[in-house]
Protein backbone atom coordinates (compact mmCIF):
# COMPACT_ATOMS: atom_id res chain seq x y z
CA UNK A 1 0.00 0.00 0.00
CA UNK A 2 1.52 3.29 -0.97
CA UNK A 3 0.59 7.07 0.17
CA UNK A 4 1.63 9.74 -1.57
CA UNK A 5 1.81 13.81 -0.96
CA UNK A 6 0.11 15.46 -3.70
CA UNK A 7 -1.47 19.09 -4.35
CA UNK A 8 -4.35 19.90 -6.75
CA UNK A 9 -5.91 22.71 -7.99
CA UNK A 10 -9.40 24.12 -6.46
CA UNK A 11 -11.18 27.39 -7.38
CA UNK A 12 -7.61 28.87 -8.57
CA UNK A 13 -6.26 27.44 -4.78
CA UNK A 14 -3.37 24.86 -4.55
CA UNK A 15 -4.82 22.36 -1.85
CA UNK A 16 -2.47 19.83 0.16
CA UNK A 17 -3.58 16.57 -0.26
CA UNK A 18 -2.71 12.83 -0.03
CA UNK A 19 -3.58 9.73 -1.97
CA UNK A 20 -3.71 6.65 -0.56
CA UNK A 21 -3.76 3.79 -2.87
CA UNK A 22 -4.55 0.02 -2.18
CA UNK A 23 -2.02 -3.10 -3.04
CA UNK A 24 -4.20 -4.36 -5.31
CA UNK A 25 -4.30 -3.33 -9.32
CA UNK A 26 -6.62 -0.54 -10.70
CA UNK A 27 -8.89 1.24 -11.31
CA UNK A 28 -9.26 1.29 -7.46
CA UNK A 29 -12.66 3.00 -6.23
CA UNK A 30 -12.28 5.68 -4.13
CA UNK A 31 -13.48 7.84 -1.06
CA UNK A 32 -12.47 11.45 -0.49
CA UNK A 33 -12.22 12.15 3.24
CA UNK A 34 -12.49 15.52 5.15
CA UNK A 35 -12.41 17.56 7.92
CA UNK A 36 -14.27 18.99 10.35
CA UNK A 37 -14.69 22.49 11.39
CA UNK A 38 -10.83 23.95 12.49
CA UNK A 39 -9.43 20.33 12.04
CA UNK A 40 -6.15 19.56 9.79
CA UNK A 41 -6.01 16.75 7.83
CA UNK A 42 -3.45 15.46 10.09
CA UNK A 43 -6.01 15.30 12.92
CA UNK A 44 -6.92 11.94 12.59
CA UNK A 45 -7.81 11.45 8.93
CA UNK A 46 -5.57 8.88 7.98
CA UNK A 47 -6.85 6.55 10.55
CA UNK A 48 -9.46 6.43 8.52
CA UNK A 49 -7.93 6.35 5.45
CA UNK A 50 -5.91 3.22 6.48
CA UNK A 51 -8.67 1.46 7.18
CA UNK A 52 -10.58 2.07 3.91
CA UNK A 53 -6.91 1.44 2.18
CA UNK A 54 -6.71 -1.89 3.75
CA UNK A 55 -10.29 -2.55 2.97
CA UNK A 56 -9.22 -2.09 -1.34
CA UNK A 57 -10.00 1.91 -1.22
CA UNK A 58 -8.17 4.12 -2.79
CA UNK A 59 -8.59 7.35 -0.39
CA UNK A 60 -8.10 10.80 -0.86
CA UNK A 61 -7.24 13.44 2.15
CA UNK A 62 -7.19 17.22 1.63
CA UNK A 63 -6.36 20.49 3.73
CA UNK A 64 -9.16 22.97 3.72
CA UNK A 65 -8.49 25.85 2.26
CA UNK A 66 -6.98 29.03 4.46
CA UNK A 67 -5.26 25.96 6.36
CA UNK A 68 -2.10 23.61 7.13
CA UNK A 69 -0.36 23.62 4.04
CA UNK A 70 -2.90 24.90 1.07
CA UNK A 71 -3.40 27.99 0.63
CA UNK A 72 -5.95 30.88 1.05
CA UNK A 73 -6.49 33.61 3.05
CA UNK A 74 -7.49 35.18 5.67
CA UNK A 75 -5.57 32.29 7.36
CA UNK A 76 -8.03 29.90 9.51
CA UNK A 77 -11.46 31.91 8.17
CA UNK A 78 -14.42 28.95 7.33
CA UNK A 79 -16.13 29.62 4.34
CA UNK A 80 -18.66 26.48 4.23
CA UNK A 81 -19.96 27.25 0.49
CA UNK A 82 -15.98 27.89 -0.36
CA UNK A 83 -15.23 24.35 1.23
CA UNK A 84 -18.50 22.67 -0.32
CA UNK A 85 -16.91 24.14 -3.74
CA UNK A 86 -13.30 23.04 -2.96
CA UNK A 87 -14.64 19.37 -2.91
CA UNK A 88 -16.53 19.22 -5.95
CA UNK A 89 -13.12 20.44 -7.44
CA UNK A 90 -11.62 17.65 -5.12
CA UNK A 91 -13.78 15.43 -6.80
CA UNK A 92 -12.99 16.23 -10.27
CA UNK A 93 -9.49 15.90 -9.68
CA UNK A 94 -9.92 12.55 -8.28
CA UNK A 95 -11.76 11.64 -11.63
CA UNK A 96 -8.44 12.44 -13.29
CA UNK A 97 -6.20 10.55 -11.54
CA UNK A 98 -4.46 7.27 -13.49
CA UNK A 99 -5.94 3.88 -11.68
CA UNK A 100 -8.56 5.31 -10.30
CA UNK A 101 -12.60 4.66 -11.31
CA UNK A 102 -14.19 7.59 -12.00
CA UNK A 103 -17.50 6.25 -11.82
CA UNK A 104 -16.63 4.79 -8.15
CA UNK A 105 -16.14 7.66 -5.83
CA UNK A 106 -17.50 8.62 -2.47
CA UNK A 107 -17.26 11.10 -0.34
CA UNK A 108 -16.94 10.77 3.23
CA UNK A 109 -16.89 13.84 5.72
CA UNK A 110 -17.38 14.61 9.50
CA UNK A 111 -18.87 17.61 11.45
CA UNK A 112 -18.33 20.25 9.58
CA UNK A 113 -17.54 18.53 6.41
CA UNK A 114 -20.00 16.33 7.56
CA UNK A 115 -22.51 18.34 6.02
CA UNK A 116 -20.78 19.40 3.05
CA UNK A 117 -21.13 15.79 2.26
CA UNK A 118 -24.88 15.99 2.46
CA UNK A 119 -24.99 19.10 0.14
CA UNK A 120 -22.62 17.61 -2.69
CA UNK A 121 -24.07 14.43 -2.77
CA UNK A 122 -27.54 16.87 -3.09
CA UNK A 123 -26.07 18.60 -5.84
CA UNK A 124 -23.30 16.46 -7.88
CA UNK A 125 -24.18 13.13 -9.72
CA UNK A 126 -20.76 11.82 -10.23
CA UNK A 127 -20.82 11.21 -6.40
CA UNK A 128 -21.72 7.52 -6.12
CA UNK A 129 -22.26 7.37 -2.20
CA UNK A 130 -22.20 9.58 0.80
CA UNK A 131 -20.60 8.72 4.58
CA UNK A 132 -21.80 11.61 6.81
CA UNK A 133 -20.49 11.55 10.42
CA UNK A 134 -21.46 13.63 13.27
CA UNK A 135 -22.98 16.32 10.49
CA UNK A 136 -23.59 19.59 11.62
CA UNK A 137 -27.06 19.81 9.84
CA UNK A 138 -28.25 23.45 11.00
CA UNK A 139 -25.83 26.09 11.38
CA UNK A 140 -28.21 28.73 13.09
CA UNK A 141 -29.52 26.30 16.00
CA UNK A 142 -25.82 24.89 16.59
CA UNK A 143 -24.28 28.08 16.80
CA UNK A 144 -27.06 29.19 19.46
CA UNK A 145 -26.17 26.39 21.12
CA UNK A 146 -22.61 27.15 21.69
CA UNK A 147 -23.07 30.77 22.55
CA UNK A 148 -25.88 30.43 24.25
CA UNK A 149 -29.26 32.90 24.80
CA UNK A 150 -27.57 34.87 27.48
CA UNK A 151 -24.40 35.72 24.93
CA UNK A 152 -26.21 35.78 21.44
CA UNK A 153 -27.01 39.49 21.31
CA UNK A 154 -23.43 40.57 22.68
CA UNK A 155 -21.70 37.61 19.60
CA UNK A 156 -24.24 39.52 16.92
CA UNK A 157 -22.67 42.90 17.54
CA UNK A 158 -18.85 41.35 17.42
CA UNK A 159 -19.93 40.43 13.97
CA UNK A 160 -21.13 43.38 12.73
CA UNK A 161 -18.28 45.30 14.56
CA UNK A 162 -15.97 42.99 12.53
CA UNK A 163 -17.77 43.09 8.93
CA UNK A 164 -17.44 46.99 9.74
CA UNK A 165 -13.81 46.81 10.47
CA UNK A 166 -13.11 44.69 7.39
CA UNK A 167 -15.18 47.24 5.37
CA UNK A 168 -12.04 49.59 6.93
CA UNK A 169 -9.46 47.40 5.44
CA UNK A 170 -8.57 45.98 9.10
CA UNK A 171 -7.16 42.72 9.67
CA UNK A 172 -9.72 39.79 10.03
CA UNK A 173 -10.55 39.60 13.75
CA UNK A 174 -9.92 36.20 15.55
CA UNK A 175 -10.82 33.99 18.27
CA UNK A 176 -10.33 30.58 19.46
CA UNK A 177 -12.64 27.76 18.96
CA UNK A 178 -10.81 25.65 21.85
CA UNK A 179 -9.89 26.83 25.52
CA UNK A 180 -8.13 25.55 28.52
CA UNK A 181 -10.21 22.55 30.06
CA UNK A 182 -13.10 22.30 27.52
CA UNK A 183 -13.90 19.06 25.89
CA UNK A 184 -12.21 20.88 22.29
CA UNK A 185 -8.92 20.85 23.96
CA UNK A 186 -9.28 17.35 26.20
CA UNK A 187 -10.05 16.19 22.54
CA UNK A 188 -6.88 17.45 20.83
CA UNK A 189 -4.76 16.54 23.81
CA UNK A 190 -6.40 13.03 23.00
CA UNK A 191 -5.50 12.97 19.85
CA UNK A 192 -1.92 14.38 20.69
CA UNK A 193 -2.26 17.07 18.08
CA UNK A 194 -1.61 19.96 20.36
CA UNK A 195 1.88 20.86 18.14
CA UNK A 196 -0.74 20.34 15.56
CA UNK A 197 -3.81 22.47 15.88
CA UNK A 198 -3.79 26.19 14.81
CA UNK A 199 -6.86 26.83 17.67
CA UNK A 200 -7.73 29.55 15.75
CA UNK A 201 -10.55 30.53 13.31
CA UNK A 202 -11.48 34.26 12.47
CA UNK A 203 -14.56 35.56 13.81
CA UNK A 204 -16.52 35.93 10.28
CA UNK A 205 -15.78 31.61 10.39
CA UNK A 206 -18.49 31.45 13.18
CA UNK A 207 -20.90 34.08 11.64
CA UNK A 208 -20.88 32.10 8.30
CA UNK A 209 -21.90 28.97 10.01
CA UNK A 210 -24.79 30.58 11.51
CA UNK A 211 -25.91 30.85 7.99
CA UNK A 212 -25.03 27.54 6.88
CA UNK A 213 -28.06 24.36 6.64
CA UNK A 214 -27.27 21.65 4.94
CA UNK A 215 -30.27 20.13 5.97
CA UNK A 216 -31.95 22.10 3.81
CA UNK A 217 -30.57 19.62 1.06
CA UNK A 218 -30.73 16.16 2.43
CA UNK A 219 -34.16 15.05 0.44
CA UNK A 220 -32.28 15.73 -2.55
CA UNK A 221 -29.55 12.81 -1.94
CA UNK A 222 -31.65 9.82 -3.19
CA UNK A 223 -31.08 7.68 -4.68
CA UNK A 224 -27.47 8.27 -3.90
CA UNK A 225 -27.28 5.94 -0.92
CA UNK A 226 -26.49 7.26 2.17
CA UNK A 227 -25.09 6.51 5.86
CA UNK A 228 -24.84 8.72 8.37
CA UNK A 229 -23.07 8.30 11.72
CA UNK A 230 -23.94 10.11 14.93
CA UNK A 231 -23.34 10.00 18.44
CA UNK A 232 -26.57 9.58 20.45
CA UNK A 233 -25.06 12.34 23.36
CA UNK A 234 -23.53 14.39 20.58
CA UNK A 235 -23.59 18.29 21.93
CA UNK A 236 -20.97 19.94 19.26
CA UNK A 237 -23.76 18.81 16.75
CA UNK A 238 -26.73 18.30 18.31
CA UNK A 239 -27.38 14.63 17.59
CA UNK A 240 -31.27 15.51 18.07
CA UNK A 241 -31.52 17.97 15.08
CA UNK A 242 -29.05 15.03 13.13
CA UNK A 243 -31.56 12.73 13.69
CA UNK A 244 -34.34 14.88 12.26
CA UNK A 245 -32.32 15.72 9.14
CA UNK A 246 -31.69 12.03 8.28
CA UNK A 247 -35.57 11.45 8.53
CA UNK A 248 -35.80 13.49 5.79
CA UNK A 249 -33.49 11.76 3.45
CA UNK A 250 -34.79 9.34 1.03
CA UNK A 251 -34.10 5.59 -0.07
CA UNK A 252 -31.78 4.26 -0.04
CA UNK A 253 -30.66 5.11 3.67
CA UNK A 254 -28.98 3.83 6.75
CA UNK A 255 -28.58 5.27 10.40
CA UNK A 256 -25.58 4.23 12.64
CA UNK A 257 -25.74 5.33 16.13
CA UNK A 258 -22.98 5.07 18.42
CA UNK A 259 -23.37 5.77 21.88
CA UNK A 260 -20.91 8.84 22.94
CA UNK A 261 -20.14 12.19 23.34
CA UNK A 262 -18.04 14.36 20.97
CA UNK A 263 -16.27 17.86 22.33
CA UNK A 264 -18.54 20.96 22.65
CA UNK A 265 -16.33 24.43 21.43
CA UNK A 266 -16.11 27.51 23.39
CA UNK A 267 -17.41 30.02 20.60
CA UNK A 268 -16.94 33.95 22.44
Known amino acids: MSVTELRFTANGLQ ?12 PHPLVILSHGFSALMDMGLA ?60 LWGTSFAGGHVLVVGALDRRVKCVVSQVPLVAGYDTLRSWVGDAHWDKMQARFAEDRDARYRGEAARVTRPARPGDQTSEWVSAIGAEALYPNEITQRSLELLGSYEPAGFIARIAPTPL ?25 PRQLLLLNGRLPKPTAR
Open 15 to 26: LAGRLYLPDRAG
Open 47 to 106: DYARVFQAAGLACLTYEHRNFGASEGSPRHEIDPWQQVADMREALSYARSLPDINPERIG
Open 227 to 251: LMILATEDTQTPYAGQRTAFELAGE
